[in-house]
């Protein structure tokens, strides 16, 4: 039965995370770009990477599964998969797209380097929403509205040299679990 529900899940993410392939990367960027709190971070950042579509199901066990683009100085150096685990009370499914900032080259490189991480105590800035809150050790975010353009942004600065921000597409998911996010790197080679 656990396999059967692993593999149920484990194809749910794949399928909500590729329902949208066709979404292209500069129209994930430009819809953060809309938001005024994060158009200050493409400005000032050192780089940053973007997910289109991060597909997210669960049943109290969840997942989620994504794939990227980074970027060092607005220009593209390698691509990026994200992996999430999650155990605690949740259920159903959700896409959306994430970029996390990076402030600087230390932040960059430790991306970079193929084994980052997000723990449970990280934070996002959810800037489309119906409500949504999240909170960490290292603080508190908080986002309602319905789209870029209406929502009451929290602020939000970077956290141990990075700043995430998510862009929810659709779904319905109830939650209240713990888990991390896990990235992989590989650069493009020229």
């Keep these: 039965m656990k396999k059967i529900s692993g593999l149920f899940i484990a194809a749910l993410i794949f399928g909500i995370s590729t329902i949208a392939a066709a979404d292209d990367f500069t129209s994930t960027v430009e819809a953060f770009r809309v938001s ?3 158009e200050k971070f493409f400005q000032y950042s050192y780089g940053y990477a973007v997910f289109p579509n991060i597909g997210k199901v669960g049943y109290i066990v969840g997942g989620s599964y994504g794939e990227g683009l980074v970027y060092e100085g607005g220009k593209v150096t390698g691509k990026s998969t994200m992996i999430e685990g999650s155990i605690g009370l949740q259920l159903g499914g959700k896409l959306f797209s994430e970029i996390i900032f990076f402030q600087d080259k ?3 490189d430790s991306f970079t380097s193929g084994n980052f991480e997000f723990d449970a ?6 800037i489309t929403a119906s409500g949504e809150a999240q909170a960490g050790s290292s ?6 509205g319905v789209s870029p353009n209406s929502s009451v942004q929290a602020e939000s600065g970077y956290v141990n040299g990075v700043a995430t921000f998510v862009h929810t597409k659709g779904g319905l998911m109830y939650e209240l679990s713990i888990g991390g996010q896990k990235f992989s790197y590989s650069p493009f080679r020229l």
Excluded: E, K, L, W
């Design 139 to 144: 603080g508190f975010s908080a986002a309602a």
């Design 36 to 38: 005024p709190v994060v």
């Design 106 to 108: 230390n932040a960059y």
């Design 121 to 126: 105590t990280a934070q996002a800035v959810i």
